[in-house]
């Protein structure tokens, strides 16, 4: 079982950046795929990158690919999201997840969930 809390959203205006956290307990967080999904009003939660035990794969969804990086440091239990080049359309509640297997992309894969953070990106 893992706790996850995510960290670092906030106001920003387009074309700015933020980075994410989501820092995880317990010993067994590096046996975990992790993901980032984001959830704007009034629409369906949608997948954003995932990324592998160790680092070496990620993917992306085609609205963030080139702008948002995923990474993560299992020395200090913690995945990432750096998003660059913001956008008004960025705007939402951005979650942290963990699965052990399953569709990357799709939420119902993932067992454990963070609270969320707030990102508002301004025109």
Known sequence: QVQ???????????GGSLRLSCAG??????????????QAPGKE????????????????????????????DNAKNTVYLQMNSLKPDDTAVYSCAARNSGLYSDYRSYDYWGQGTQVTVSS
Do not use: N
């Open 25 to 38: 307990s317990g010993r067994t967080f590096s046996s975990y795929l992790m993901g980032w999904f984001r």
């Open 4 to 14: 996850l809390v995510e960290s670092g959203g906030g106001l920003v205006q387009a």
């Open 45 to 72: 939660r949608e997948f954003v990158a995932t990324i592998s035990w160790s680092g070496g794969s990620t993917s992306y969804a085609d609205s963030v690919k080139g702008r948002f990086t995923i990474s993560r």
